[in-house]
């Protein structure tokens, strides 16, 4: 099951510009480190443990893959690209900017440049005042204390009075103007992976195809004309009875739901696999089937090229997919493309994923919700 890294980012900055520092570091966070979910209010505090100008400051939480040491190492990048250089000078400074991590899931990581939970944020109200805002369910793993709980008992009494908030981005994309999103590709194209992904980040209820152990499927990958009729017929009852129960549980006019298929990639396998006379009689019932079900507000259709599709089946390691053909891959892309076309009353949007890692790449995945926003 996909599922990403919940993570506590304390910025500060007390030089300069202050507010369009800290609005800028934020920007760089959720373009290229993860998605910005939440951002807190913006304080104006004192500075701590030395004598400077009033530092602004906020905390954000963050979805993403990457483990805790690759971000600090993003982090220090943005924090260089906006101006700081940290010195060797030990002891507490005036900074443009300042991002520390405060909490990574509720880890506890003990290195010598990385020590999460952050050692001081129980003493410290101008991280413990905005990570309350962010409103998370988070304990602290060493003191076995909520955010609040610390913010009760801290000693800390200096004055931090909220004085900004910055909108969401993640509200930016507006991705509920879609009550119903269903996600589709070929094999090995991401299409789970990118609707867990949206699902975590928008709050949306995820809708995914469930592979029960199907008889049928390494058969066909060994004999495919004998074993496809039964196959696809298979599968296209266990979609139907999947989506239908799913989707009962949800208002389609109020919840916002994200899928990772649709009824119709029946039809397009099914067209790729069967002999011809097989296939009139599967459609006969799959447009029996088809006019039942409820329409997306917007499919969207993940194209990847067959060598990286390949390269993916590889990764993923299924025994039974590792003996699919590029040719098999290349009609099922084709037929896709060729349906599509004919969908007059679908809203499709057609992303080509060959060159991305939306997982891996915080820009491609922001450049495809940034597709998504404007479909």
Not at 172 to 185: K, S, T, V
Not at 269 to 288: G, Q
Not at 317 to 331: C, D, F, H, N, V
Request: net charge negative.
């Amino acid at each position: 099951m996909y599922h990403q890294h919940q993570v506590v980012l304390s910025l500060g900055s007390n030089q300069g510009n202050r507010l369009e520092t800290l609005q800028n570091a934020i920007v760089l966070l959720h373009k290229k480190v993860g998605t910005v979910i939440r951002t807190s209010k913006i304080y104006e505090t004192p500075s701590w443990g030395f004598e400077s100008d009033a530092f602004l400051n906020c905390s954000v939480l963050l979805h993403t893959k990457s483990e805790a040491a690759a971000i600090l190492n993003q982090i220090l990048d943005i924090e260089k690209e906006l101006g700081r250089n940290r010195s060797e000078q030990q002891g507490y400074q005036a900074r443009t900017i300042d991002i520390d991590i405060v909490a990574f899931d509720e880890a506890i990581i003990s290195e010598a440049n990385l020590q999460i939970p952050h050692p001081q944020m129980e003493n410290r109200l101008f991280v413990l005042l905005p990570f309350a805002d962010l409103q998370t369910d988070w304990t602290h793993p060493k003191l076995q204390k909520t955010v609040t709980e610390l913010i009760t008992e801290t000693t800390d009494t200096s004055k931090c009075v909220a004085v900004e908030q910055f909108p969401s981005l993640v509200d930016n994309f507006n991705l509920q103007q879609y009550n119903y999103i269903a996600i589709e590709g070929n094999i090995g194209a991401g299409k789970t992976t990118l609707a867990s992904k949206i699902s975590e980040d928008f709050n949306a209820k995820l809708v995914l195809e469930r592979f029960a152990d199907n008889p049928f499927l390494p058969k066909f990958y060994k004999d495919q004309s004998r074993y496809a009729f039964p196959l696809e017929m298979s599968f296209l009852a266990d979609r139907y009875q999947q989506l239908s129960d799913d989707l009962s549980q949800f208002d389609l006019f109020k919840d916002f739901v994200v899928a990772d298929y649709h009824i119709f990639k029946s039809l397009i396998f099914a067209k790729v696999t069967l002999a011809e006379d097989e296939f009139r009689l599967y459609k006969t019932m799959f447009d029996i089937i088809y006019k039942e079900m409820p329409k997306p507000d917007l499919y969207i259709y993940l194209y990847q090229n067959t060598e990286r599709l390949l390269q993916q089946i590889k990764q993923r390691g299924r025994s039974y997919e590792q003996e699919i053909p590029a040719e098999y891959l290349e009609k099922i892309n084709q037929g896709y493309l060729d349906y599509i076309k004919t969908q007059t009353d679908l809203n499709v949007l057609i992303i080509d994923v060959s060159n991305m890692d939306f997982v891996n790449r915080q820009e491609d995945y922001i450049a495809i919700l940034d597709r998504i926003s404007k479909a």
